[in-house]
């Protein structure tokens, strides 16, 4: 389990995120997670072999072919399920990455330990999106403990 600390680290050291699984649909969590993370300052690289450009970034098949087209890729963000992670965790150190991000759901503990005994922090079953927020002050506030839930934003603010 990665501590508050750890992730802040992360997050601030990490600036390149190859997004593997990203969909260039818009209504996807992938999609979503991505491009809050490029409107944040980071370098979205996507990982979609059926989609030659995603946000206005080239896409690739592959987190090696990336790498060997000169992109440097310092996190490694898997929106994939888990029994895809073992050949993407691979690559992750193979091409020198400092991060394996698991998203919400996806755990594989051996590519963990693996990728731990290769030098590189992981963080499973987590929203690197959620995560940034929480950390960095993104979190919506509107309508935090007014005990009435609903999605219409409120027009003035209460006090």
Known sequence: MSTIHELRRILRTCRTLAVVGLSPQWHRPSYFAAKYMQEHGYRIVPINPSAPEILGQRSYPSVTAAAQAGEKIDMVDCFRKSADIPPIAEEAMAIGARCLWLQIGVVDE????????????????????????????????????????????PQQLFY
Do not use: Y
């Open 110 to 153: 051996a590519s963990a330990a693996k990728a731990r005994a290769a030098g590189l922090d992981v963080v499973m079953d987590r929203c690197v999106k959620i995560e940034h927020a929480r950390l960095f002050g993104g979190l919506n506030w509107a309508g935090v403990d007014t005990k009435v839930i609903s999605a219409r934003r």
